[in-house]
Each structure stands twice: as C-alpha cells, then as structure tokens.
C-alpha cells in the first residue's frame, strides 16, 4: 500500500527522522489557517499517490497568506497523472542548500535489502542510473545483520556527500532502515533528503510503500487502505477479499495461488492471448470464493473467455469441482469458461465436472492446452 507524503513524513518522524512542520488542509480555507499557524512562507503541495508533483504544478512555495489562498486554490481539483488533488500538506518552507536522495527497498534476487543514496537528489533516480550510475552508492543489508553505524558511515562516504551533511546523513539512515524494517515497508524513499542552508539534513519528500500483507501487525496501517488508488474492478474484488490486479486483456484468470495465478498470465500471453487480470482465489476453492471471483470477473466488460487454472494441493479436486459446480448455479457467467483441474484427487474432480461440459463449459487436460483454447475463445476462432 502506498502512503501520501505526508502519512510518509509522519511515519519517518515516529522514528526520529527530522522533517518540516506541517500540516493537513482538505479545503483552501483549511489550508489559510494552517499556514497562519505554521507562519509563512510555507509550502502547499499536492497530496497524490504520485510522483512528479513538483513539474505538474503541484508543490509551490507562498510567502503569504494571500499566496497560500491562490495556490490552495489552483492544486485542489488538480489532475496529476489521473490522480485529482483532494488533499495538501502545508509544511514550513526550507531554505534549501543541496538535494540527495536517499532510500532502501528489497533486492529480491539479492535476498537482501538495497540502500541507495547519491548527490544527485530532486530529480528523477531513473534518470541518474541511466545517465551516470556511478552518481548512486549502493550497499546491500543482510537482513539478519542489519545495518550498523559503522557500515552506515562507510555508505556515505562513498555517496560524496557535501562534508556538513555527514552526520545529519548517517543519522537519518540508520533510522531510515529501522523505519523500512520495523514498519514492514517495501519502499522508503527521501527524494530531496536535504542540507538546508544553515546546515539541517532532513526529508524534504516521502514516497512510503508498507506490505498490506503486515497490516495486521500495524493496526493503524489500515488508514492506509482507504485511500489506495483502486479501479472499480479492483475495488470490487477487493471487497471480497480476493488478490486481483486488474490488466487490459481479453482472459480472465482465476488461479489458486500467486504462484500459478502469475504463471497463468504468462503462459496466455505466451500462446498469443492477453490477459485480464490476475485473480489468485488462494487455497481454498470453495463456492463462495469461485463465485466472488467468477462475479469480479464476469463485470469486466473486456473479457471474452475465463481461464480457470486450479492445481489441488490441499484442497482436494472433487472439493474444487463442487465449488465450480455450486458457483455457476449462483452466478450467471457471459463469457466461455475453460478449466484446467490438476493435483490432488484432480480425476475425482474431473468426473464430478464432466456431466456440465458444454460449449461454455470446456475442460482441458493441460494449462497449455487450456491456455490455447481460452485464447481461441476470446479471439472467436473456437
Ligand atoms: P515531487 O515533485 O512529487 O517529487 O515533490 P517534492 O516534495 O520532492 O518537491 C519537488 C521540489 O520542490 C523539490 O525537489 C524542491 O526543489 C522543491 N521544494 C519542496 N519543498 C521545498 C521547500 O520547502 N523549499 C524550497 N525552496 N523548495 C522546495
Ligand atoms: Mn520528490
């Protein structure tokens, strides 16, 4: 889940990370008397789950009152890359002398955590990887070990870092990583992390993504779902508790596990086909779940076809079948549904499903064939 930067800041500074005082405006009005609050000049920015809001207009400094009204007045309502502006953050304006960027986020092929600090802050890291890699220090964390001062110091030092911006550094670093592992996070990024003029180092920007997986041991994190940037399917699959990431194509998929469900994408787009989604109905298939996911699915107005790819593990195929079965007497289905049933009890489940095949109701032996066939479907070739 992705936080606003302000949710961000206020998650840095719960662990020690300097940051600008500020505060949340929801209308211009709001905005005014924070900013007489804060005592000008401030900063009015955007709150989106976006970044580039500084080129799009969305973050602007106001020496008084009368510019905050002005710029309050222009974000609000503000359409940055599809995400319109409902909220600002009004924070004390910082007299910036350098901009870095700082942040830690999982290696996965590396199985270990990647810091990655450079001089070369406030523009986009992309571009700086692109365009002089050398720019950026990297450092890989055991997650085990853990990050020590020490090796913190060392990171820096390789970073060229402007000499009075060290220790503001080190010290926003060690905490940045306690931050990014004690609150579960995926991404902690400071993108400016600045040297103010009078020689503060602090975070200037937050972009903060936390393992909704984790929510249950945060249980203030649940603010956070409610303002992720959803499409109505997603909203609706959502609602049912299903792992659903919407996509453009023409299949549906429904899967059981992550695993499968994502090597149900790829072998649809490997036989020519595109997928719709990725719908992971988790281990149990029973009735309720397949019809939720059958529902979620059948709304989206692109699909042609719906793939379902169940290997039994634990739940044993005839199981499967039966909720197949159960749930298509529940939901009326438009588009042709391919199965695919392997693993436990899979020719228990097969016979149990064979009196329902039809011409909308086909059933393959394996996730090529299967795959070939809901291709066809879609494409109206079968
Ligand atoms: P982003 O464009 O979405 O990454 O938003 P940022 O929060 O990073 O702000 C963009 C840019 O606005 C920063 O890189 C700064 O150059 C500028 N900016 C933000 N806050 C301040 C501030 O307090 N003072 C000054 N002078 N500039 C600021
Ligand atoms: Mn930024």
């Not at 719960?14 to 008397?33: L, N």
């Not at 249950?216 to 609602?239: M, N, S």
Request: aromatic share 6%.
């Amino acid at each position: 889940m992705d936080l606003f930067e302000y949710q961000g800041k206020l998650f840095f500074s719960r662990y020690g990370i300097p940051i600008s005082a500020g505060e949340v405006a929801f209308t211009v009005d709001e905005a005014v008397a924070a900013a007489e609050r804060l005592g000008c000049p401030v900063v009015v920015k955007a709150q989106v789950l976006t970044g580039g809001r500084g080129k799009a207009g969305g973050v602007k400094v106001a020496n008084s009152v009368d510019e905050v009204r002005t710029h309050a007045g222009n974000i609000l309502g503000l359409d940055i890359k599809g995400h319109v502006v409902g909220r600002l953050w009004i924070e004390q304006a910082s007299d910036i002398a350098r901009e870095y960027y700082a942040s830690f986020t999982l290696d996965r092929s590396a199985k270990q955590h990647l810091g990655m600090l450079s001089a070369q802050g406030g523009v986009d890291i992309e571009e700086v990887a692109a365009t002089d890699p050398d720019a950026i220090a990297k450092i890989h964390v055991d997650p085990v070990e853990g990050l020590t001062e020490a090796r913190c110091r060392e990171w820096v030092a390789a970073a060229n870092l402007d000499p009075e911006a060290v220790q503001g550094a080190v010290d926003i670093l060690v905490k940045l990583y306690e931050a990014y592992v004690d609150g579960d996070a995926d991404l902690c990024e400071i993108n400016p992390l600045i040297l103010t003029t009078d020689g503060v180092v602090k975070a200037l920007d937050a972009k903060v993504t936390v393992d909704a997986n984790a929510v249950f041991r945060h249980p203030d994190y649940e603010e956070y779902d409610a303002i992720q940037h959803r499409d109505e399917r997603e909203t609706a699959a959502h609602d049912k508790g299903l792992q659903y990431v919407g996509l453009d194509g023409t299949v549906g998929i429904i899967a059981n596990g992550a695993g499968l469900a994502m090597s149900t994408v790829d072998i649809v787009s490997q036989v020519g086909g595109t997928p719709a989604n990725f719908l992971d109905i988790g281990g149990g298939a029973n009735a309720d779940v397949m019809a939720g996911a059958l529902e979620v699915i059948n709304n989206d107005p692109k699909v042609q076809s719906i793939f379902i790819n169940i290997f039994g593990g634990i739940t044993k195929g005839e199981e499967v079948a039966n909720g197949i079965i159960a749930a298509l007497g529940r939901v009326q289905i438009d588009a042709p549904i391919v199965i695919r049933l392997d693993g436990t009890n899979a020719e228990l489940g097969r016979e149990l499903l064979q009196p329902h095949l039809s011409e909308t109701l086909q059933m393959q032996p394996t996730m090529i064939e299967a795959a070939r066939t809901a291709v066809a479907l879609a494409e109206g070739t079968k």
